[in-house]
Each structure stands twice: as structure tokens, then as C-alpha cells.
């Protein structure tokens, strides 16, 4: 009697720890994907800015023609990618590339005195900010979802229902960080 | 750790309501007691009363008392205003959600954020803060806003500026009915009020350094070196808040809103005229703040 009953308990906890388990990979899982979704809200806010801002440029900066279609390349490359680990090297490139636009625009007293212009960039801005704040949250969650799934014992509940690991947001943080200098005397 | 934090914080803003629950009834007690025979069970009725009042409002408006009390504007969220952006790149960082934010029209430079959690916090910051800080800057301070809501902080630190506050201001109605009832007894009677005056003596000179207490308790230097740390990993970047500490440092502008209750919520400690400034000089010194910060920003 009594040992049948210890099996049934055993039997149970365990039944009750797969499940914990099993929910808080699903947790963290949807998690993942709402921070992802998050983060594309973001992008797509930018890839709608970034024109506003270079028809407002474009009568200034009439010099600056290779500057500007730089932007314009890059945030058409940036549409197309649609990974995090794509997104990653192309978001980049265009973040890079708005920079050199908002370098460039140091060197036009009248842009900088444009309301217009002022309040696009600084859209532009926090849109960058959000986009790279949303993007260490991501990688923040897909490695506790990540470590969770692969550290024993629960790999075998991880292995048993499916889950998979996530892929990271590959940034480079020193492009990111700080705004590139632009030589002007060329 | 943070949910460490956390969980002392709540256990601190117990404490706190329990402990002045009890100060609040006994004082009442000892009133009622002095005003007319039998009138300390009709005390603690009322002190009962009091604090259970006094508890609802600085728990569920403990937020909204402040902010009045400094006159602060709440920035419209659609409005694509610097402040509301920083505020919401803040919240993405932080995984917390994005607090009402408040502008008060004061020229010191300075910034406070209250409410009980981060579901029902405010973050309020001066016109000041606004002109002489960037935009990096504004972010560091920001964020360190939005981690003392992150850890509870602001619950413990809401319910001590609006319970302690309040005693005070009952303290002081009790004061001037006291003066008035005193010399109409005087003339009634000519004495018998003394030994109401002797008891609220006592009684003030009870809750006056216990209400300074619960002040100075209500921030650490433990707790705004763990802002500045936790600020320093939410933007990546301790230099804008160092450098904004750093800015603060030189200017001493007179706050025009700020009030003895609302002190010691803010980012740096307001140069209010305070009769025992010394008693309350908890804030950390800035020039530790900015080294902890330096120390940070040269191992990244």
C-alpha cells in the first residue's frame, strides 16, 4: 500500500514540475515574439520617418546628394531583411547612415533653426533609441529562454515538446554607440 | 537582488503605516483624554479613523497629493515632446511600463517620481532640469527615476512624504485649535487648559523627531547608489548621468514648488531652508555618485 502511494506522489510531482516547465518556456517564448513584434513596430516607424526627413534636407543639402542616397540604399537593404540575425548588420548600416546625415546637417545654421527639421530628427532620434533599447530586451529574454531550454534537466522537456533556441540580434554596439565623424573636406 | 529590493520595500512601507498608525491613535488618545472626561476612547476612535484615511489616500493618490502640492503639468502622451520620448525609451529598457510624466514650473534643476508601483507611478521633472540638461543627460536621470520605481522605492517614499506630511499638517490644526479653545477657556475659566497644553507638548515633542525619522529613512545612500548602478546598465552609458550630476553640482538655484514633504523624493537633495538641515542631509554627496559612475564607465 504505502510504497504504491510514494510512486503516485512521485509520479505526480513530477507530472507538476513538466508542467511548470512546459508553461514557463511558453512564457518566456511569447515573450520573445512580442519583443520582436515590438521591435518591428519601431523600425517600421523609421523606415516611415526616414523619407520626411531627407524631403526636408534635400533643399539645404544640395551638395550632399551622396549622403542622402546612402540612406535611402541603406533603408531599402534594411526592408528587405527580416531575421534578427539579418535585421541585425543592416539596421546598422542605416543607423550609421542617418548619422551621417544628422553630421552633415551640423554645418547648415538655417536646418538647425528649422522647427520642421528639429522635431523630425528628434523623432528620428528616440525611434533609434527605442529600436536599440527593444533590441538589448530581446537579447536579454532569448538568453534566459535560451539558458532555460538548454540546462539540465529541463533540455528533456525542451526536447520532448519542440522548443528551440532563438536566434540573438547581432549588433555591433561601438557603431551603434557613437556617432561616426565625417570629413567634409573631400 | 532588485527583487530583494523589492520585497524590503514592502515590508518597510508596512512597518511605516503600522508604526504611524499607532503614533497617530496614541496621540489622539492622550487628546481626547485631555479635551473631556472619557474622551480617549472617542480618541482612538478618530485616530483610527485618521490613519485608516490617511493610509487609502497616500496609498491609492499618494501620487496625485504630491504632484499637486508642487503644482506639476502631466505632458500629453501624444505629444512627441524630448521628455516623453526619453521616458518611453526608459520604460523599453527596463521592460517596466511607462509612467504618466509631469513638468513642474520650477527653475531648479531637479526630478522626483512617485506612486505605490509601476503600474501606478508618476515621474515629474522641473523646467529647470529641462533647460540646463542634453539629451544624454536627461536620459541618465531618467533613468534613474524609473529604477527607483523598478524597486519599490517610490512606494515606501510616496507613503512617508503624504502619512508624515499630514501628521504634520494635523499636528498643526491641532496647534492652532488649541491656541484658540486655550484662551477661550482662559476666559471662561481662567486656567484648566494647562494640562492640554503640557500633554500636546508632549505629544509634539514626540511626533516632531519621529516624522523627521521616518524622512530621513525614506532615502539611503544605499538605495541612490543602486539607482545610479541600475541607471547606468538601463542606458548603457553612465556618462550622461554623470555628467548630469556633474552640471547639477554647479548650479544652486531656489527651488519655488518644492516642500519639506515631497525633499526627500528628489534626484538630488533641493536647497530648501530647512530649520535642522544637517538632521536631513541623507542624500549621498554628488561627487561619491560621480566617482561610482567614472569607476563604471572605465571598466566598460
Known amino acids: 500500500m504505502s510504497p504504491l502511494i510514494y510512486i503516485l506522489g512521485a509520479i505526480v510531482l513530477i507530472a507538476l514540475w513538466v508542467m511548470s516547465k512546459y508553461n514557463s518556456f511558453v512564457v518566456l517564448r511569447n515573450r520573445i515574439e512580442n519583443a520582436w513584434a515590438q521591435i518591428n513596430v519601431e523600425l517600421k516607424r523609421r523606415y516611415d520617418l526616414i523619407p520626411n526627413l531627407i524631403e526636408a534636407v534635400k533643399g539645404y543639402m544640395k551638395y550632399e546628394k551622396e549622403v542622402l542616397e546612402s540612406v535611402t540604399n541603406a533603408r531599402t537593404e534594411a526592408m528587405k531583411a527580416n531575421t534578427p540575425a539579418t535585421s541585425g548588420p543592416a539596421e546598422d548600416k542605416l543607423t550609421q547612415a542617418v548619422h551621417n546625415v544628422f553630421a552633415v546637417m551640423e554645418n547648415y545654421p538655417d536646418l538647425k533653426a528649422n522647427e520642421n527639421v528639429l522635431k523630425l530628427q528628434e523623432e528620428l532620434t528616440t525611434t533609434e533609441n527605442k529600436i536599440a533599447f527593444s533590441r538589448q530586451f530581446y537579447n536579454d529574454i532569448v538568453m534566459r529562454y535560451n539558458q532555460s531550454i538548454q540546462v539540465f534537466p529541463s533540455s528533456f522537456i525542451a526536447n520532448i515538446f519542440g522548443f528551440k533556441t532563438k536566434e540573438y540580434f547581432e549588433v555591433d554596439q561601438t557603431q551603434v554607440k557613437d556617432a561616426p565623424k565625417v570629413d567634409l573636406n573631400i | ?300
Open chain 2, 1 to 300: 537582488m532588485i527583487y530583494d529590493q523589492i520585497a524590503s520595500n514592502k515590508r518597510k512601507s508596512f512597518v511605516l503605516v503600522f508604526f504611524l498608525s499607532v503614533v497617530i491613535i496614541a496621540a489622539c488618545y492622550f487628546i481626547g483624554q485631555a479635551w473631556m472626561v472619557n474622551g480617549g476612547i472617542l480618541g482612538i476612535v478618530i485616530g483610527a479613523g485618521i490613519s485608516v484615511v490617511l493610509f487609502l489616500i497616500s496609498y491609492y493618490s499618494g501620487d496625485s497629493v504630491l504632484l499637486s502640492s508642487v503644482g506639476a503639468k502631466q505632458v500629453d502622451p501624444h505629444s512627441s515632446s524630448q521628455l516623453y520620448n526619453v521616458v518611453k525609451e526608459m520604460s523599453i529598457s527596463s521592460g517596466c511600463a511607462t509612467p504618466k510624466v509631469f513638468i513642474v514650473p520650477d527653475p531648479s534643476p531637479n526630478a522626483f517620481a512617485a506612486g505605490r508601483d509601476p503600474e501606478h507611478a508618476s515621474l515629474a521633472v522641473n523646467e529647470g532640469l529641462l533647460q540646463l540638461l542634453n539629451r544624454e543627460e536627461l536620459q541618465g536621470v531618467v533613468a534613474h527615476e524609473m529604477s527607483h520605481i523598478q524597486n519599490r522605492d517610490i512606494l515606501y517614499a510616496t507613503i512617508v512624504a503624504v502619512m508624515a506630511g499630514m501628521v504634520v499638517l494635523i499636528a498643526s490644526f491641532f496647534r492652532n485649535t488649541w491656541f484658540y479653545s486655550g484662551s477661550r477657556r482662559r476666559n471662561n475659566q481662567g486656567g484648566g487648559s494647562g494640562g492640554l497644553l503640557l500633554i500636546l507638548g508632549i505629544v509634539f515633542a514626540i511626533l516632531a523627531p519621529i516624522v523627521a525619522k521616518l524622512i530621513q529613512l525614506a532615502i539611503s545612500r544605499q538605495r541612490e547608489y543602486l539607482a545610479d548602478a541600475s541607471a547606468a546598465m538601463m542606458t548603457r552609458d553612465p556618462s550622461g548621468l554623470a555628467s548630469a550630476l556633474r552640471k547639477l553640482q554647479q548650479v544652486s538655484v531656489k527651488p519655488t514648488t518644492s516642500n519639506d514633504a515631497v525633499a526627500p523624493l528628489y534626484f538630488i537633495e533641493p536647497h530648501l531652508n530647512f530649520n535642522a538641515a544637517s538632521l536631513f542631509s541623507t542624500h549621498p554627496p554628488i561627487e561619491d555618485r560621480i566617482a561610482r559612475l567614472e569607476q563604471m564607465a572605465y571598466i566598460k
